[in-house]
């Protein structure tokens, strides 16, 4: 299935776009999201373990479905004070 992804920050920056759609399989999971937008995407590798990803407006973890409606959204590491 295709799920659009809206990107933020500096995955915005590395991805070239603020929004991208990913192949996942049917049954996909936000793990499914973070392996798609590294392997369509592989400048972006490096942020994979610490994104923060939410569907639907809520963070989720590793195993959350996603449905091809959902809202997902990706947020890198950010630092500052």
């Known amino acids: ?9 500096r995955l915005k920056e590395l991805v070239g776009s603020a929004a991208v759609t990913l192949t996942i399989p ?5 793990a499914d999201i ?5 392997d369509a995407y592989p400048q ?3 942020l994979l373990a610490h994104l923060l990803i939410a ?6 973890a590793p195993d959350t479905r996603v ?12 630092s500052g004070g």
């Not at 569907?55 to 989720?60: G, M």
């Open 67 to 78: 449905l091809p409606t959902s809202e997902v959204v990706c947020f890198p590491p950010v």
């Open 1 to 9: 299935m295709q799920v659009a992804v809206l990107l933020f920050a």
């Open 44 to 46: 972006t590798q490096p």
């Open 55 to 60: 569907v639907d407006k809520e963070y989720a």
């Open 26 to 30: 049917s049954a996909g999971t936000v």
């Open 34 to 38: 973070r392996a798609a937008l590294g």
